[in-house]
């Protein structure tokens, strides 16, 4: 189960921090994936991190501005979204798949959380 949170309302050039607390298993062979969708677009790529050794990989639209992480400790992953942008607004999705490759494609990722809203103001 996944369970994510931290979105909200903030102006151009603000920060927050989404995490996703993850349960039900251990996650050290997963890769855990953020998405976003906006309104009347497809889901969309944002960053993804494997379990094991913290790897990352980021789509080009945030590199520079959002750092995906994870605690294993507490089994959550967080993406940390600086200097936001009005086009950032979305729905944030987290998600996990088995296996150790950095995947960009939602369609392999196996669980998906509850998405939490960030929207932008400019």
């Known amino acids: 189960q996944l369970q994510a949170s931290g979105g909200g309302l903030v102006q151009a050039g603000g920060s927050l921090r989404l995490s996703c607390a993850a349960s039900?298993?251990?996650?050290?062979?997963?890769?855990m994936g953020w998405f976003r969708q906006a309104p009347g677009k497809e889901r969309e790529f944002v960053s993804c991190i494997r379990w094991g050794d913290g790897s990352t990989y980021y789509a080009d639209s945030v590199k520079g501005r959002f750092t995906i992480s994870r605690d294993n400790a507490k089994n959550t992953v967080y993406l940390q979204m600086n200097s936001l942008k009005a086009e950032d607004t979305a729905v944030y999705y987290c998600a996990v798949r088995k296996g150790f490759t950095l995947v960009p494609s939602h369609t392999s990722y196996d669980y998906w959380g509850q998405g939490t809203q960030v929207t932008v103001s400019s």
């Open positions: 039900g298993r251990t996650f050290g062979s997963y890769t």
